[in-house]
Structure formats: C-alpha cells, structure tokens
C-alpha cells in the first residue's frame, strides 16, 4: 500500500524535555487517521514535523513520497490546533490569500474561495470582515481555506473543538467528504466519540511515546470485554457490583469492567436488582476506555520504573 | 519561493493602507505641523489689546518747561517707531553702510523732503515721514540679510505689534481736572477691577530724575507694554538730554552707534559674500530631516512590532508558516510594512513640497529660500535611501524582539532599551549640525544604529566621500547580520508560547545553523 506519511523512529527534543521520542508510524492513502492522546502528550509537535515546521532532531519522515516535507508543502492542508484569522481581511480574501500561499494563481483562488464559501453556507459573508463573525464560522473559513488548494494530504489539529452540534456534523461530512474525493485526512482528537464514528485509523502517544496504532479492530482486539450499561436510578450502588474491576460511571450510563473470569449473566442479575437496567451490552470497549486505560497502565508502568531507578 | 514573500509582503501593504488609522497618520503628522506653525501667528493675534493710562506729573506743574508733553512725544515715538527716523537717516547726507545706501537710493525722490532739513537742533520738530515712505521701507527692510539692521527689525515688530496696546486718555475715564494722586488712586482702582490692563506715571523732571517714572498693573507675566512705551520713553528722554547738553543729533547717532559684524562666507577662491537666510536654512535644514527620518523609522518599525506580535498572539502564524518557510514570513512582513513605512515618508516629503509651494503662492513677498533645501533631490533621495536602510536594521531588531513575546505590553519592555539607544541622535542633533565634521559627529557615524540619522545630520557639512562609503557598507553589514539574527530567533520565537525566553537560550539558537 502507498503511504500519504510514514515516520521512521522520529524524535523532538526541546532542550532537556523529549516532545517525541522514536515515533514511527504509517499513514495509508486515502485513509482517515485519528491521532489521540491527552493534551501535551506530543500530537502537535508530531504534526509540525510533518508540516515542516518544526525539523526533527532524529529520525526520518516521508510526506507524499518526499523526504523533505518543505518540497511539498504546497501539496498539504493544516489547520492548527490554534485558529486565528486576520480580523481587517474580509473572508473571502483570506481564503484566497491563503490558495495564493498555497501556489494557486490569483484568480483562480479569488474564484474558488467565493465558490466555496458559498457552497459551505457563507455566501452571505463574502465581503464581510473577518472579525465580524462567530467563532464557529471563523473556524468554518479556516477550514476552507485549508482546502482551497485541493491538498493530497490535510492535517486539522482538533477540528471539532468548540463547535456547535450542527457544524460539528457539518465538519464531520467535510472530513468524510475528502476521503471520498482521495485525499487523506489526519486529524487529532479529544473527542472519542469523533475517532470512533468516522476514524479508519487511530494512533494514540501518551508522554512522548507511541502506545497503539492500527485501524479501529485492530486497536480494540484482544482488549477486555467490558458491559455497556445504559440505566435508571442511584448510580453509586454499582461500585459495589459483585466481581467488578473498573466502573466508568456517567450517571445514566455506565461501561463496567469484571474481573478474570466473572460471569456477565450474574452481573447482569445483580444489577437488575439494584438499578432500573434500560440497555445492557456485553462487547468491545470503547475507544474512551481504552484511552484512560491506556494512560493509566503507561503511568504505573513509568512509576515502576521509576521506583526500580 | 520569492514569490510567496512577495504575497506576504503584498498582504500588509494592501491591510495597512486600507485602514483609516494610515491615512489619518498620514494626514495627521503635516496637520500637525502646520497647526503648530499656525498656532503662534493665530495666538498672537488673537491676543487681547491692553488698555493703558498714562498720567503725566510734568503736565499739571505750571511752569510748562522742558518735560511739558513729555506723554504725548512717548506716545508719537512708541507709535511711529524708528522707521521715521531711519528715513530721515537715509535722507541725510551721512555715509550709509551698503545696504542701506542701496535702499536709499531706491527711494530717491520719495526721500527728498526730507532731505536737508534732518535738523541738528532737537527744538525743532523734525518733518513728518509719509506713510508710504515708512511701508516702502518696511517693505525694504524684511528682504535685508538677516544680520543687518536686525534691531531695527526688532523695533519694526515692536510697531507691528504696537496695535495691542490702546491708550485711554484722562479725559476720556473723566479724570482730566483730578490732582495727581486722585488720578493714580482712581486709575489704580480700574487696574485693580480690570478696566484697564495698567497705567504709567511719567516723571515731571526727566532731566534729572527717572526714579518717578512708574508702571501699575496686576500681571505680572507679560511685560510686552511696559518694554514697549519703555523703549520709547527712553529715546524721548535721551533727546532731551542730547537737546540739553547741546549735542547735535548727528552726532548722538554716531555714539550710538553699534559694531555688527555682517556675517560672510568664503568660496574657495577666497571671495566672500554675504551669508543669507536661504545658507542658514540649508546648515539647519539636515535637523528638520533628521526629525522626519527618526518619526519614519520608528513609526514603521513600531508598526511591524505590533503586527508581528498580534499576529503571534491571535495565533495566524502557524497556518502561515504551514505555506512559507519563516524566513519568507519574516521579510515579507518586513518589507510589506518598510514599503507602508514608505508610503507614509514619501507622502510627508509630497506634503512639505506642496506646503512650501502654497506658502510661496499666498505669501508671494515672504522669504522661503531658508525651505530651499528641502527641495533639493540630493536630500530627498538620501533621506529615502536612510529610511530603507534605517528601518531595515531596526526592523530585523524588532522583529526578532516581537517574535519572542506574546504581547504587546512584553514587547514595550523588551524595546525600552532600543528606545533608549535612540534618544542618542535626537539628542546630538543640535550638537552635530553645528560641529557636522566634528569628533563626536565622525565617531557616531560608524555606529551602524545611528548611521542614518547622523549622516543625514551631517549633511550640511558635508562629509568626505569615503566616509559615506564606509558607513553605508557598515550599515548594509550590519543589516545583513542582523537579518540573519533575526531569522533565527524568529524561526523558533514565532511558535512558543509561555514565558519568553531568557536571553541564553535565544543565544543558543542563534549558534544552531
């Protein structure tokens, strides 16, 4: 399979603090990929390398096919993590602005920009500044100017943060919308819920280091069964379930881990009797529980070892 | 890859000058000139006339001897000044220094009845002076080298102004048949209530007593009447003395007469000639350059500061640095803004050309040779070659700055030592156009942050060539180092966040290639 990016045990050093440390990765063509982690934990700096912005200390990158991923920066998509427009530009100039960054010429990009703020719903606000709008409209100019220039490869740096339910949706199908016309999408996430629906792929680095990668199965295989419960009623009581090892409680809902061996039947008696049981599901955990549970185990690993030093 | 520096640069141009605060600076700074110039002239103006009284002890002593209208001759002398009497000086039979014999003898006829009758004898009035005679003359005098007959000129604005000051006779207050001290006791009251802004006691024996000559009013401040109507009580009571002492007045003119050294310069031949107002504008005229290239750099470099660090904090400058590398970004805001910078001087160097064209328009007799210089192209082109280069060097410096702050309040700290440095030029400027080739003036030179500005200070002098030479390579070096400089701390400055650096890290980029 052809690979939009792959990284080859790359690393980021900022003086003494590792911001990367030997992350190697493959990201197919065409592909959604997902990259989580918690805040700090190296996601951006992974997509500044790949931007160009930053050069890593080690390592080797491959972006498009080309070791240097300045070569082809005209080629790629990035919204940061941290949205900012020039407030005095009006927004179809900015978008515009941002194709000529990009190398298309001047009318083209004049055109394109008008034509796609009006097919995202903003034709209204063509020759309005930038300052005058919303934030969710803000990020929504961003994001075309992203794409104005067709880029092989887009990398959006949280994406749906601060968004509201309808243009959280509307940048879903964006996203969806690229892969379809080829393109790849990476985008980092805090929203589980996001990776999981639309995400072929997911990585996911905690401190620095890599802790899985792999499509959506992959990552979930051979992981704990763990029992979806959706219920009514005083949600404390299930701490106290008979064999259980972990509780994710959420008020009405609530993923419950048992211990080697226990039997779900019996939970799922228990709990009958203690809470008004509305959905109950024996399956794969969810990406959110892998998440924490993934901190969890490389925190305590990382306390080991340091107790062993 | 030119190219994308280029769009940059294309980008703050277009954002600056389309906002309303950039047109206003740029109207803003010649209004303000122009409303300061015009502030002195309109106050002046504007100034309230002064009521005066005058109370005449000679009068009301009945022997009517010598003092006997002491008054009204002050009053005809303040009013009329020296211009008669210099008429009647051009009319006389005296050796006249140069310029004043050239004028005489542009006067000629008008002259002649005057002519012969400037008599010695003090009791006999000398002959009015025709007013048209008196305003030629005037009119004369402003085009005279700005040495000579300064303090007749002097005299001349005292006359001009002498339209401030409005007498009231006793009469005319109803204090006419009054004793003396009644008259000083009710005028004193008016003083006191604001009815009159003073009156003045003329003493009843000039001859041998001034100590009864006095001046009453309630301000303090302004002295301008009581110099004025002094001036002219002196020369009354000089007369009088020379009258009574039987001195001729020919002959007090020639004791009072003062030395004036007309000033001169030499050409290179040896011949001289006489300095005129235009030479001292031209030796003044690098200050006014100097001022106007301080305002342009500073106001640019400001301007870039600003937009750099803004444009760090509300976060743009990552996606842009997702599409240019950061040395693109950094010289195209840089010569973006150095070509608004641009704009802006070039526009102030258009309106003082058209302000010295309109002034010669409506003033059609007033002297402007002094603003000659700032048409002179060999000015105007170094001054806009020192802006380039000026602002190029403070620019790299602030960029670099901005790029490692987050905010503007940061920013103004880190600059507060730059600002200090340039205080320098300011602060030399007089110094240096006095002395455009003196220690202080080479040795600044060579300091490339100051080099714009006290080469252009200089310029009057005018530097050697090398010297030009030499300091101009220095200042491109420096430019070029610091451009580097900059990148670098700009490369990594621009994307953190959090504290700002200290200065060994910022060292520590500076050796990273």
Redesign the interface.
């Known amino acids: 399979m052809e690979h939009a990016l792959r990284l080859q045990s790359v690393t980021k050093r900022f003086?003494s603090f590792t911001a990367v440390d030997a992350l190697s990765l493959e990201v197919p063509k065409g592909c959604i990929y997902g990259f989580l982690g918690q805040n700090g934990a190296g996601k951006t700096t992974t997509i500044?390398m790949v931007?160009s912005?930053f050069h890593p200390d080690s390592g080797t990158l491959s972006v498009l096919g080309h070791p240097d991923a300045?070569q082809v920066?005209?080629r790629?998509?990035?919204?940061?993590e941290?949205?900012?427009?020039?407030?005095?530009?009006k927004t179809a100039e900015i978008v515009a602005?941002?194709g000529?960054?990009?190398g298309m010429d001047r009318s083209t990009a004049n055109l394109k920009a008008k034509e796609l703020l009006t097919r995202y719903g903003l034709g209204d606000w063509l020759d309005k500044r930038c300052e005058a709008m919303s934030k969710g409209m803000g990020q929504k100019v961003?994001v075309l100017?992203?794409i104005i220039h067709e880029p092989e490869l887009v990398i959006l740096d949280e994406p749906f943060s601060g968004l509201d339910p309808v243009n959280r949706d509307l940048m879903r199908d964006l996203i969806l919308d690229m892969k379809r016309q080829g393109r790849t999408v990476i985008f980092s996430t805090h929203g589980m819920e996001h990776a999981e629906q639309i995400c072929d792929f997911v990585m996911m680095i905690h401190k620095s280091k890599l802790q899985f990668a792999g499509t959506l199965s992959q990552v979930k295989q051979g992981r704990d069964l763990g029992i979806q419960l959706d219920y009514d009623g005083d949600g404390s009581v299930l701490q106290r379930l008979p064999g259980a090892l972990r509780v994710n409680d959420h008020g009405k809902h609530a993923e419950i881990f048992l211990r080697q061996g226990q039997d779900p039947q019996q939970a799922l008696r228990w709990l009958i009797d203690h809470v008004v049981v509305k959905r109950f599901d024996y399956r794969e955990p969810s990406l959110h529980e892998i998440f924490v549970r993934t901190v969890d185990e490389a925190n305590q690993k990382l306390a080991a070892a340091g107790m062993e030093r | 890859m030119a190219n994308k520096t280029l769009l940059v640069a294309q980008r703050e141009y277009l954002e600056n000058i389309r906002t309303k605060t950039f047109w206003i600076g740029i109207l803003a700074f010649p209004i303000l000139i122009a409303i300061s110039l015009g502030a002195g002239y309109v106050l002046a103006k504007l100034k309230q006339t002064q009521a005066y009284a005058v109370v005449d002890l000679g009068n009301s002593s009945a022997d009517g001897g010598a003092a006997s209208g002491l008054a009204e001759r002050i009053e005809k002398q303040a009013r009329s000044g020296d211009m008669a009497a210099l008429a009647r000086l051009l009319a006389s039979d005296q050796e006249l220094p140069g310029a004043m014999a050239e004028i005489a003898k542009d006067l000629g006829d008008q002259l002649a009845p005057l002519r012969g009758k400037a008599g010695d004898d003090p009791a006999v009035a000398p002959p009015e002076v025709p007013d048209d005679v008196r305003e030629k003359l005037f009119e004369r005098l402003q085009k005279l080298p700005a040495d000579s007959l300064q303090r007749l000129m002097q005299e001349q604005q005292a006359m001009a102004t002498a339209k401030r000051y409005q007498r009231r006779s006793l009469a005319e207050l109803g204090l006419a048949e009054l004793p003396p001290t009644e008259q000083q006791q009710r005028l004193g009251q008016m003083v006191q209530k604001g009815e009159l802004f003073a009156y003045f006691v003329v003493g009843a024996a000039p001859n041998e007593r001034l100590d009864d000559f006095r001046y009453v009013s309630n301000n303090f401040t302004d002295n301008s009447l009581r110099d004025w109507y002094g001036t002219a009580a002196t020369k009354v009571v000089q007369r009088l003395r020379l009258a009574e002492a039987k001195i001729p007045a020919s002959v007090a003119q020639r004791l009072r007469e003062e030395v004036a050294f007309r000033a001169e310069k030499a050409d290179k031949d040896g011949k001289t000639s006489v300095v005129t107002a235009a030479d001292k504008g031209s030796g003044f005229a690098p200050m006014a350059f100097v001022y106007l290239l301080w305002i342009a750099v500073i106001t640019a470099a400001q301007m870039l500061l600003t937009n750099t660090v803004e444009e760090k904090s509300n976060r743009i400058i990552e996606v842009l640095l997702s599409s240019v590398s950061p040395g693109q970004l950094m010289q195209g805001k840089i010569w973006g803004i150095g070509a608004t910078g641009l704009t802006l001087t070039i526009s102030w160097a258009v309106c003082a050309l058209l302000g010295i064209w309109v002034a010669e328009w409506l003033l059609p007799g007033t002297d402007l040779t002094a603003l000659a210089a700032a048409k002179d192209p060999l000015y105007l082109a170094s001054f806009v070659v020192y802006f380039l280069l000026g602002y190029l060097l403070y620019a790299a410096i602030l960029v670099g700055l901005g790029s490692v702050t987050n905010s503007l309040k940061e920013a103004q700290n880190l600059l507060q030592p730059v600002f200090v440095l340039l205080i320098i030029p300011l602060v030399s400027m007089m110094f240096i156009v006095q002395e455009p080739n003196g220690l202080v003036a080479k040795v600044l030179s060579y300091v490339p942050l100051f080099t714009p500005f006290i080469m252009m200070n200089r310029a009057g002098g005018p530097p050697e060539v090398y010297e030009y030479v030499i300091t101009t390579l220095l200042l491109l070096a420096s430019v070029w180092l610091a451009f580097r400089f900059a990148g670098k701390i700009f490369r990594v400055g621009v994307l953190m966040t959090g504290n700002p650096p200290k200065l060994k890290e910022i060292l520590g980029w500076l050796r990273q290639s």
């Open positions: 003086g500044r931007m912005i300045a920066k005209d790629l998509g990035y919204l940061p941290e949205k900012g427009l020039y407030k005095k530009m602005y941002f000529k960054l990009k961003q100017g992203t």
